[in-house]
């Protein structure tokens, strides 16, 4: 069985938003909310815990380019910014990819706990009911 070549190693540059020495940004293929974006770094490495200081350096600074792409274009009240670090988190692409989520008042029913919600039963600490 032959493996198929990385999709971000492979990303057409029409794609590219932004990018650095080290890094892109792009849009999201299967966005969660518009403007749902991605910052990439250029070599194929998958976890965050492996890169570089340059490379975290350069990512940071996308991140804020991307959000400030963004908020000029939609203006959305807050973000979710998150990585998933290894398949046991849920990392499909074996590529490391911080996501930049826009969101917006009202896109849920309830935002608290964000991110929190990865695991369900350990989200809404506030109520007391966790399971």
Request: hydrophobic share 35%.
């Given at each position: 069985?032959?493996?198929?070549?990385?999709?971000?190693?492979?990303?057409?540059?029409?794609?590219?938003?932004?990018?650095?020495?080290?890094?892109?940004?792009?849009?999201?293929?299967?966005?969660?909310?518009?403007?749902?974006?991605?910052?990439?770094?250029?070599?194929?490495?998958?976890?965050?815990?492996?890169?570089?200081?340059?490379?975290r350096t350069a990512m940071h600074a996308l991140?804020?380019?991307?959000?400030?792409?963004?908020?000029?274009?939609?203006?959305?009240?807050?973000?979710?910014?998150?990585?998933?670090?290894?398949?046991?988190?849920?990392?499909?692409?074996?590529?490391?990819?911080?996501?930049l989520i826009p969101r917006y008042a009202g896109?849920?029913?309830?935002?608290r706990g964000g991110v929190r919600w990865v695991?369900?039963?350990?989200?809404?600490?506030?109520?007391?009911?966790?399971?």
């Amino acid at each position: 069985m032959t493996e198929r070549p990385c999709l971000f190693c492979t990303l057409p540059r029409k794609r590219v938003l932004g990018e650095n020495a080290h890094a892109v940004w792009i849009r999201d293929g299967f966005p969660v909310s518009p403007g749902h974006s991605l910052v990439i770094p250029k070599r194929h490495i998958g976890s965050y815990f492996d890169t570089s200081e340059a490379e975290r350096t350069a990512m940071h600074a996308l991140l804020v380019e991307a959000k400030r792409a963004v908020d000029a274009e939609l203006g959305p009240q807050g973000y979710n910014i998150g990585v998933n670090d290894s398949l046991a988190a849920g990392q499909t692409v074996p590529h490391l990819h911080i996501h930049l989520i826009p969101r917006y008042a009202g896109d849920v029913a309830d935002p608290r706990g964000g991110v929190r919600w990865v695991i369900p039963g350990k989200a809404d600490y506030w109520s007391g009911q966790q399971s």
